[in-house]
């Protein structure tokens, strides 16, 4: 009796099986009025694809090139008579460069003022993008009773006439007069 059930069962799922030749589900998309690809030479299917499709978004055109001078230097600068400097292209890593925290004039971006010889002042102040290393530079001055600087490293990127700076390293230098 139990061989007959099992048997039963296996005729029933065979047969079921085997009579269900229709589709599952619909055609996902309409049929199309172009041949098919099969019935395609390799010329016509090449040449087809480099055709532009006119329904493909245009990149962006890329901005002139040649750098553009930074607003902060020349007559942007607060100090009379300074050179006109370029802005730093984006891209362009600072490598261990020593300098201060500021805020800039209206209190409202932190910038990174670059300790000079005090007689070129090539380099215009950048401004910091927010993130977490900001965030602790900002931590350190604030519980510090001293100015600090800083040594940092990071990406530069360029925006309206101004360079920003990416942080990846921050280090408080030590201050040289405070011995132990």
């Excluded at 607060?78 to 984006?90: M, S």
């Excluded at 300098?99 to 910091?128: C, H, W, Y």
């Excluded at 920003?164 to 921050?170: D, R």
């Amino acid at each position: 009796m139990k061989t007959a059930m099992i048997f039963a069962t296996l005729l029933f799922v065979a047969a079921y099986a085997v009579g269900d030749d229709a589709p599952a589900t619909a055609p996902a998309t309409a049929p199309t009025t172009e041949p098919a690809a099969r019935s395609l030479t390799a010329e016509q299917m090449f040449s087809r694809m480099l055709r532009p499709s006119p329904s493909v978004a245009r990149p962006l055109q890329p901005t002139p090139d040649g750098p553009a001078p930074d607003k902060t230097s020349g007559v942007g600068a607060v100090a009379p008579g300074a050179p006109t400097l370029n802005v730093l292209r984006e891209g362009t890593y600072l490598v261990d460069r020593v300098g201060r925290l500021n805020r800039t004039s209206d209190g409202s971006q932190a910038e990174f003022t670059f300790d000079s010889d005090g007689k070129t002042m090539k380099d215009p102040p950048v401004l910091i993008l927010p993130n977490l290393k900001l965030m602790s530079m900002e931590n350190a001055v604030s519980s510090a009773n001293r100015d600090l600087r800083f040594r940092i490293t990071g990406m530069v990127t360029e925006y309206r006439g101004r360079n920003y700076v990416l942080l990846e390293k921050v280090v408080v230098v030590p201050d040289p007069t405070q011995q132990f």
